[in-house]
């Protein structure tokens, strides 16, 4: 059984960099993606960043330089290098890690961007 564990989360000084990792557990073989997702406040969950298998990179607009994805593929961790954080970067980040067939997710770390 595939299990997605996050780390990173908490509260954070606007401007603030932390970053996140998410680290998966019981696969034997590869993910064809990787990528984190958030749900703002009272808003639908959307797709902030995605890494695909052979490293290409997928960003929401309102993230474009100020996110970083990356990956560890011996490690089956994806990280997301935050920089620059601002209040409406506050929500909760789920890590989502996709195969053919299968897609799982982490169980979600709230940041809190502090102004």
């Known amino acids: 059984q595939v299990q997605l564990v996050e780390s990173g989360g908490g509260l954070v000084q606007a401007g603030g960099s932390p970053r996140l990792s998410c680290a998966a557990s019981?696969?034997?073989?590869?993910?064809?993606?990787m990528g984190w997702y958030r749900q703002r406040p009272g808003k639908q969950r959307e797709s902030v960043a995605t890494?695909?298998?052979?490293?290409?990179?997928n960003y929401i607009d309102s993230v474009k330089g100020r996110f970083t994805i990356s990956r560890d593929t011996a490690k089956n961790t994806v990280y997301l290098h935050m920089n620059g954080l601002k209040p409406e970067d506050t929500a909760v980040y789920y890590c989502?890690?996709?195969?053919?067939?299968?897609?799982?997710w982490g169980q979600g770390t709230q940041v809190t961007v502090s102004s």
């Open positions: 989502m890690m996709r195969k053919v067939f299968q897609t799982y």
């Open positions: 019981g696969s034997s073989s590869s993910f064809i993606a």
């Open positions: 890494i695909a298998i052979g490293g290409s990179t």
